[in-house]
């Protein structure tokens, strides 16, 4: 059987129809979906991005916020996790001993609020036990720079003996606590 010209012609035309609709389907369709996917995810990026952004603008109008109010009440807010703060506040309360000739014999957080789980953004006390020994003069300049620090402390007990074998010395026990703020919410 012989096909004629314009048979032969039709029916090349056909498979090279179904070849470049093959084509189109297999390839072409899966890179239309590719790019429509990536489209889709440069947009969820940029408005991920855009509310990165937004965020990032809050926080500094709230840290300018806080600044401002620490400035006007004169308090200096802790920045810094819960652990950051207790170490710098150990570190001042040290450096303010030093300075006023007070010897710290011991320096013990209290367990029982260290365990308490606090929520991000809330606040709560750190309390400590202090025993030093130092003389009047030396007694009173401590607490002075203890009241003189960026953070508030609160004193709950302070109870002085004399040292019985150096009467010029006294054995100084204070318990006493420190605001700290879990910024971490913010």
Not at 31 to 37: D, Q, T, V
Not at 131 to 136: D, F, I, P, Y
């Amino acid at each position: 059987m012989r096909l004629s010209d314009r048979e032969a012609l039709l029916i090349k035309i056909c498979l090279i129809t179904l070849v470049v609709a093959a084509l189109l389907w297999l390839v072409v369709n899966p890179l239309r979906i590719r790019w429509s996917e990536a489209g889709r995810r440069r947009a969820d990026d940029r408005r991920g991005f855009l509310a990165l952004k937004e965020n990032v603008e809050k926080k500094k109008q709230l840290d300018r916020s806080i600044s401002a109010l620490g400035d006007k009440l004169g308090v200096k807010v802790p920045t810094g996790s819960p652990n950051e703060q207790r170490q710098a506040f150990i570190k001042e309360v040290d450096e303010v001993a030093k300075k006023n000739n007070a010897k710290i014999g011991s320096f013990v957080p209290s367990r029982s609020l260290s365990r308490r789980r606090r929520t991000a953004g809330t606040s709560a006390t750190a309390d400590y036990s202090i025993s030093l020994e130092t003389n009047q003069q030396g007694l009173v300049q401590f607490l002075r720079g203890l009241g003189r620090m960026d953070r508030p402390v609160v004193f709950d007990s302070i109870d002085v003996k004399a040292n019985e074998k150096q009467p010029d010395k006294l054995k100084v026990n204070l318990v006493l606590h420190t605001f700290i703020f879990d910024g971490r919410a913010l």
